[in-house]
């Protein structure tokens, strides 16, 4: 793997290091708290994160979304953080949060945080500040926060002195809260080139230092326009870099993703292969209100994994379909995926949404049956269709129905049943993460820095038994390493995503927890892994990758 070298200025400064032994006892006789409060500002050191006694601090914890305490959230569930073990938390915040206009500030966005803030001061609970959504937008991917397909932070002047502003508040506000552990600057960045990137991180660092010395600063990977990833130094000694780690997304974003795999960890990724035979029904055609269409099947010889197709082609009218139904042996088959149900298409959300292809395939509120939406293929004179995921085949009797409304439609609109055979994408292991994982542990090494793996998730899967294998394998991973972590996420309204999960949040996944749990260092130390040295006078330094996929953060 290639090595990019990059030098934004000529030589590091050297640092000149006061033994803890004179800084320390002033310190406390000036805030008066025992080494083991979480009241010291944390600050690096070489490859780790210290405390104000010099106690190294591994961070641990969860992401919690700023929005979830405008109404789901509350005191409760920083408790309920701090019982598992956990020290820290990254708050996901947008900065429409606290901007009431351009360059001006709402109170109430404030007062929420200092309230959020208080509570983890109580349960001793260190607070990330993630800037997850920047003036302008910042990355086209990131559906957790928008759905604009265009981003325009990089291209715009405005937004960026937007975002210096918006840092530079809450530096003003918050550079003497020692609950805050850091400040994560921008979240997964896409710009044109990775010079643009660490121009305006290294000036937003800048803005910060004017108002706060205090606090680290945390300085995510660039993801460039060809969707390698770039760790790079900035101008600023107290600074821990950050890494989001999905791999593979195929299987970690299950939930969420419209290109779901069947996968056994460790074990095999496979999808539908060779189609070896279909079950449809006869065309719609003509106009008619709602009516019920049925197959009713068993899979062909060598079949092993099935799909549920709507489609459509060339249709001069529309089609409305609804309510989609599959059973084997009477029993209920989750779709678009086992664990994803959305048979009546009611969820607006990417991967939990059906698969579409084409443009004239698409979920409208116009017309529906039950609930409120519908799978509307309006002319649709070329190929269009919704899949579901691929499914494993179980021996029995398959039955598939749905409801179907047409208004002059022609050509051949169906839903249909296909048998395929397996296909084997790859193996996946604790081997490969750890080679996923190599270039940003390269960078911790060669440069004496702590990295932070700001975001890492595992959805929950039918193979329970390979989520739990995967947890077990990223953070004995993460642990062995001396990586700092926050799990992606403690609370998502959506099921399968979330440690907890609802409108009255109740835990939905005790495995994962109490897994995440066993991993947790009660005081948030690291012991065994005593800080470094001072870290390399080098030039800074970038190291790439290619990613898996489009980066994607899930809710």
């Known amino acids: 793997m290639s090595l990019n070298l990059r030098c934004p200025w000529k030589m590091r400064k050297s640092l000149k290091i006061i033994p803890p032994a004179v800084v320390v006892p002033l310190f406390f006789l000036i805030v008066g708290f025992s080494g083991d409060d979480t009241t010291g500002f944390l600050r690096v050191r070489g490859d780790g994160i210290i405390d104000a006694a010099s106690k190294p601090v591994l961070l641990q914890g969860f992401n919690v979304a700023f929005k979830d305490f405008k109404g789901v959230l509350g005191e409760s569930d920083i408790r309920k953080i701090a019982d598992t073990g956990a020290n820290s938390i990254r708050l996901i915040l947008e900065y429409r949060d606290f901007e009431s206009s351009p360059l001006e500030y709402n109170l109430e966005g404030f007062s929420l945080l200092d309230l959020i803030l208080n509570w983890c001061e109580k349960y001793r609970i260190y607070v990330i500040l993630d800037m997850h959504l920047a003036p302008g937008i910042q990355n086209p991917h990131d559906f957790v926060v928008h759905r604009e397909r265009s981003y325009k932070f990089w291209q715009s002047e405005e937004h960026q002195e937007r975002f210096y502003s918006l840092w530079s508040e809450i530096a003003r506000r918050y550079a003497d809260r020692r609950i805050i552990a850091g400040y994560d600057l921008l979240n997964e960045g896409v710009p044109p080139d990775a010079d643009e990137y660490f121009n305006i991180i290294n000036r937003v660092a800048k803005q910060i230092r004017r108002y706060d010395k205090n606090h680290i600063l945390i300085v995510q990977e660039a993801i460039l326009p060809d969707r390698r990833k770039m760790l790079s130094l900035i101008e600023d000694d107290n600074t821990v870099y950050s890494i989001h780690f999905f791999y593979p997304p195929r299987f970690t974003f299950y939930t969420t ?109 116009e017309v529906s049956r039950s609930g409120g939406r519908s799978l509307s293929f309006i002319d649709c004179r070329t190929p269009a269709r919704a899949r579901s995921s691929p499914i494993e085949v179980k021996r029995g009797v398959y039955s598939l129905t749905a409801w179907v409304k047409s208004r002059d439609a022609t050509g051949d609109n169906r839903i249909s049943l296909s048998w395929h055979k397996r296909k084997s994408i790859k193996s996946i292991d604790r081997k490969a993460l750890i080679e996923r994982l190599d270039y940003a542990l390269s960078f911790k090494r060669r440069y004496d820095v702590p990295i932070y793996v700001g975001e890492f998730t595992v959805h929950a899967n039918p193979s329970r038994e390979s989520v739990i ?42 495995d994962d927890l109490e897994v995440l749990e066993s991993y947790m260092d009660d005081d948030g130390y690291a012991s065994n892994r005593a800080s470094g040295s001072a870290r390399s006078s080098a030039a800074t330094t970038a190291q790439p990758i290619s990613p898996p996929a489009t980066p994607t953060s899930t809710s």
């Open 257 to 365: 993703t419209t290109d779901r795999t069947i996968t056994t960890y460790p074990g095999e990724m496979v999808t539908y292969g060779g189609k070896i035979g279909e079950a449809a029904t006869p065309p719609v055609t003509g106009s008619s209100d709602w009516r019920r269409l049925v197959i009713e099947t068993t899979p062909p010889e060598g079949a092993e994994i099935l799909m549920v197709n709507v489609s459509s082609d060339g249709n001069h009218g529309a089609v409305w379909f609804d309510d989609v139904s599959l059973e084997v042996d009477g029993h209920p088959v989750d779709l678009p995926a086992p664990l994803v149900p959305n048979n009546s298409f009611e969820i607006d959300y990417p991967g939990i949404s059906w698969n579409t292809e084409g443009r004239c395939a698409m979920v409208t509120r």
């Open 469 to 510: 294998n995967y947890l077990k394998d990223i953070l004995d991973i993460m642990r062995d390493n001396g990586l700092h972590w926050s799990y992606w996420t403690y609370y998502s309204e959506y099921p399968g995503i979330g440690i907890y999960t609802g409108n009255a949040p109740s835990l939905s996944r005790p």
